[in-house]
Structures are given as C-alpha cells and as structure tokens.
C-alpha cells in the first residue's frame, strides 16, 4: 500500500492511521520525501519542520494506548508563513522576518495539531501575501506543479504547490482578495475562503485586517469541509471571531441539488474572460442544472469597483499593519556597524528600505497616501462607502439564490515573470475573487476541468454570510461529475 500513499486524500489517510493500517511515520515519512525530492525545484516549502516525523511517531503511540486520535491524525499538512508557528520560522516571505521564530502558536495551528495534523513545513507566498504569483517572495519564486514555466498563484501560492506536488495532503492558506482561491484555480485543488470571522486570524500576520481570512486548501471537496471543521470557531484571543456554532459540513455533502438556485452574475461573464475558462464554467452550470439546481441571472453592478475598492482599502490597513516592522523590537535591521545613522530617520528608512520588497513598499507609499491629510475622505472614505454598498448588493442577490457560480480568474495561470513588471494587470487577475473578501461572504473553487494547455481551470462558487454548506454541496456536485480528483500534475510524472 506504501507506493499509493501520495495519492490517497486526506481523509483516507486518517481512517488508516486510524485502524493502524498504516502508521503516521509512514505517511510523514513519505511525503517528507517527496519534499526532499521536489522542493528545491518547486519551492513550495521556506522552512521545513525537522520535528515532523518524530510528532507523527508520537500519534503512533497515542493510538496504540488507545487514546484520542483526533480528527486529522496522521495528516500532513503545510502552513502558510503568514502563520505563527511555536519554534518554527515565520517568515511572511519577507527578508524583514527572515529569522523570526514565533513563541506561540497561531489558533488554526494549535487547533490543527490538537486534531493530529502533522505539520510538514511552512510554505512559501508573495511577501507579505502582496501580490498574485508568488514571485513576489524574498526566498524565491514557486512553480506550479502542472507546468513548472507556469506560477501557482498567490498569494498562497506555496501551499497550493505543496499540495498539488504531494508534498502534504492538505494545506492552510489565507485568503485577503482571493489569495486562496486563485492559486486552487491554478493548482487543480479546492481552495475555500471562510465567512469572515467563521476562523481565529489570532497568529496570523496582519496584512489588511478587515479583509484577511484563513482556509483549508485539499484535493477534495470533503477534505476540504472536514479541515474546515476544525479550524473554524470562537476563538476569545480573537475579538473579531464569530460565536456562530460550526456546522458538519463533510456528514452533510449531497450532491443533491433539488430545489437550489445558482446566481450567474451578467457582470462576470462579460469581455475579458477566456475561451477556455467561460466553456469550464458553463460545464459546471450544467451539471449543477442536471442535479436538479435552477440558473438564475443576476446583475452585481458595483463589481467594476471591486478591484479599487479593494487595492484602497487593503492598502490602506497595510500601511497601517505594516508600521510595526522598524528594526527595534523585531524584524530585520541594516548593517549600521561601519556607519552609524545619522538620526532615527535614517535608521528607520534603511531598515524597512532594506527589509521590504518592491511590491510590499509599493502598497505601503499608495495605502499611506490614501490615508494622509486632504486625501482620506476622497479615496479611502469612499472607498468604504461604496464597500457597503457592494456588501448590499449580495445581500439583496441571495435573496434570488442559494449560491453564485463564477470564473476564479479570467485566465489559467501565466508564465513566471509575465506579469510581474505590470503591477495593474497584476491586480486585475483578482477581478472575480476581491468581492468576496470587501462582502465578508464565504467563497471558494472547485477543479472544473483544463485548458488546450492543459492547465487547470477551477470554478467559484459564493454564498452567503455563513452558508459554507450550500457552496460545499454545490462543489461537491460538481466533483462527483467530472471525476477529476486523482488527476496528477504533469511536471511528477
């Protein structure tokens, strides 16, 4: 059985550890080796964790004295490195925090391991989770596992990579403008956004507050719900969480779609959209109509305004978040020992100059700018006024439907450096995805089939404020019809 390990989902592998079929140093000890074999190419992983495989012979010994496994036990997981994690290096893929290691435990962390999750490594992402591509990171850009000139997305484009590379059997991503979504579109994974406040951002690396949401990434639909069940809760460290009761999500999958009605948005399916990605996604409307769900058209009007709106306000709480980082407490701090500063100004500029990458200081200097004297009223004032508004708007849209079904993005994913140099056509890769985030509705995609490049193509799926279990059923019907799951990346063959 050991040579089909890297292909049996994660919640196989927990019933197996479970019944002492296999052991959790087994299953540890294989996907650290496939990490050995395919991390230095793919990068998928800053920091690997030495302690994995003695944690996992540590679950061995719980369940032969026949204690409590926990839900995950004996899954390998990868967490992002916007995540602290109690000694083990964080770093937000910045050169600021190229040595920090945390003395806590971010709640999705400690929640993971309490369940018996064995946490594999941290993956890598753009700095900061600021941009789309994962290029963006101070150690190196990821590739994507389906074509290796491809990038995975990002911003959690590590753990996407980790993923879909059988590096790990699930992964944890944090999505602030669709940072999961994009890269489990890219990746043929599902990738699934939160209601905000449904997880503890307690631990998490703020980049824009109001707008930043942790989430599982997994090779299936039910993996995915059961990683979310876990995850998901009160947490009272975080003030911002929700007191909302966490639902079964993976008993309740059906596929079943009597008596749903899908939301098509006229606005996402205009010009812009690929071939490819539109045929994906009309496919996926089909067989949502064949399990007995009803089409509905919709207008979202203010969904031209989503991506401004969103690089306003996220910029803005960046500017905010990021201030903390000036070499004194923490961080990284320049080389000053030949010559001395002349004053705090230069101390402070020459550390967060040389601690921050362009992308980051780029969002920092707009979202300062937006937020200084003469000009908060007319850019970031606004920018929340017509914030609510879209909010509105899907509120007023779930009124006329259960979930929506949109494109991830317009393309599949673009060639390492394509894109790079061009920060706006950047930014418009998040048209479809920043929504959800300004709403605080949950979101996420589901493999939907791939390209004439044969890259993948996901499809997303929306709902409302705590409707995760309507979009879970919805996706999970469109699993169950495409049969897509053990299809393995090219670049592993």
Excluded at 116 to 136: H, L, P
Excluded at 166 to 184: C, K, L
Excluded at 413 to 418: S, Y
Aim: aromatic share 8%; hydrophobic share 40%; charged share 25%.
């Amino acid at each position: 059985m050991s040579e089909n390990i890297l292909e049996l989902d994660l919640a196989s592998i927990v019933e197996r550890v479970k019944r002492r079929e296999l052991t959790a140093e087994i299953v540890a000890t294989k996907f650290k080796g496939q990490i050995e074999k395919h991390n230095a190419h793919v990068n998928a992983f800053i920091t690997v964790n030495d302690n994995a495989v003695e944690r996992a012979r540590e679950m061995d010994r719980k369940i032969s004295n026949g204690e409590n496994a926990g839900r995950l036990a004996g899954a390998p997981v990868a967490i992002k490195d916007m995540l602290c994690t109690k000694g083990l290096r964080t770093t937000a893929g910045s050169k600021m925090l190229h040595n920090f290691v945390p003395t806590y435990s971010a709640t999705v962390v400690e929640r993971l391991e309490a369940e018996g999750a064995i946490v594999m490594g941290k993956a890598n992402q753009d700095e900061f989770a600021m941009g789309s591509s994962t290029e963006t990171s101070y150690f190196g850009a990821c590739r994507n596992p389906w074509n290796f000139s491809y990038v995975p997305g990002g911003s959690s484009g590590g753990s996407a990579a980790a993923v879909a590379a059988r590096m790990s059997v699930a992964a944890i991503g944090t999505d602030t403008g669709g940072s999961i979504r994009q890269p489990a579109n890219f990746c043929h994974l599902v990738g699934v956004k939160p209601t905000y406040g449904r997880v503890s951002r307690y631990g998490i690396v703020a980049f824009a507050s109001s707008l930043d949401q942790a989430g599982p990434m997994t090779r299936t639909v039910r993996d995915a719900a059961l990683v979310l069940e876990v995850i998901s809760g009160r947490d009272e460290r975080d003030t911002t969480s929700a007191t909302k009761a966490v639902p079964a999500w993976g008993q309740n999958l059906s596929s079943n779609l009597r008596g749903m009605k899908v939301g098509m948005p006229k606005e996402y399916f205009d010009r812009g959209i690929s071939d490819d990605v539109r045929a994906v996604v009309m496919r996926s409307a089909d067989i949502l109509k064949s399990q007995g769900a009803e089409l509905v058209e919709l207008s979202l009007p203010l969904t031209k305004f989503a991506v401004p709106i969103y690089y306003l306000v996220a910029t803005c709480e960046a500017s905010s978040n990021l201030a903390r980082y000036d070499g004194v407490r923490y961080g990284y701090r320049a080389d000053f020992s030949t010559q001395a500063a002349a004053d705090l100004e230069e101390f402070y500029s020459r550390n967060r100059g040389e601690g921050f990458g362009s992308e980051v200081k780029r969002r920092i200097v707009l979202g300062t700018y937006a937020l200084s004297s003469g000009y908060y009223d007319a850019y970031y004032k606004k920018a929340c006024q017509v914030r609510r508004l879209l909010r509105q708007d899907f509120i007023e849209a779930f009124k006329k439907c259960d979930v929506i079904l949109s494109p991830a993005s317009p393309t599949t994913a673009f060639k390492i450096g394509e894109r790079i140099d061009n920060p706006l056509e950047m930014y418009l890769n998040d048209i479809y995805t920043t929504s959800a985030n300004l709403a605080g509705i949950p979101g996420m995609s589901v493999p939907g089939g791939f390209s004439r490049e044969k890259l993948p193509i996901g499809v997303q799926l929306l709902a409302a404020h705590f409707e995760e279990q309507k979009m879970l059923n919805a996706a999970f019907a469109i699993e169950e019809n495409l049969k897509l799951t053990a299809e393995v990346p090219h670049e592993l063959h």
